[in-house]
């Protein structure tokens, strides 16, 4: 069992950056797979980036490629967004979500492949 808050979130402009941690409590961090996903007003969840637990396989949804990095602590057990160059299409709630093990290529960015998810932190770009 694994339970997740972000944090970071905030109001920015067009061209604005940046920065959510996901800090996870329980056993085991490093054997997770961890997972942003955004969802905006009226919208279904979307996929954001996804990163395994040794920081090797890394995937991005187009939207978000060259602007956005993702990366992970294990002794802190704390997953980070970097967001760069943010767009008033980027303003959502961001969630973390976690997936203990290995998720092949093909469903890392399933949101129904993740067990465990956070309650979100509001994202919001003026233009």
């Known amino acids: 069992q694994v339970r997740l808050v972000e944090s970071g979130g905030g109001l920015v402009q067009a061209g604005g950056s940046l920065r959510l941690s996901c800090l996870a409590s329980?056993?085991?961090?490093?054997?997770?797979?961890m997972a942003w996903f955004r969802q905006a007003p009226g919208k279904e969840r979307e996929f954001v980036s996804t990163?395994?637990?040794?920081?090797?396989?890394?995937d991005y949804a187009d939207s978000v490629k060259g602007r956005f990095t993702i990366s992970r602590d294990n002794a802190r057990n704390t997953v980070f967004l970097q967001m760069n160059t943010l767009k008033p299409e980027d303003t959502a709630v961001y969630h973390c979500?976690?997936?203990?093990?290995?998720?092949?290529?093909?469903?890392?960015?399933?949101?129904?492949?993740?067990?465990?998810w956070g309650q979100g932190t509001q994202v919001t770009v003026s233009s």
């Open positions: 990163i395994s637990w040794s920081g090797v396989h890394i």
């Open positions: 979500a976690a997936h203990r093990g290995l998720l092949v290529a093909d469903v890392r960015a399933m949101a129904s492949k993740y067990a465990y």
């Open positions: 329980g056993r085991d961090f490093e054997t997770y797979t």
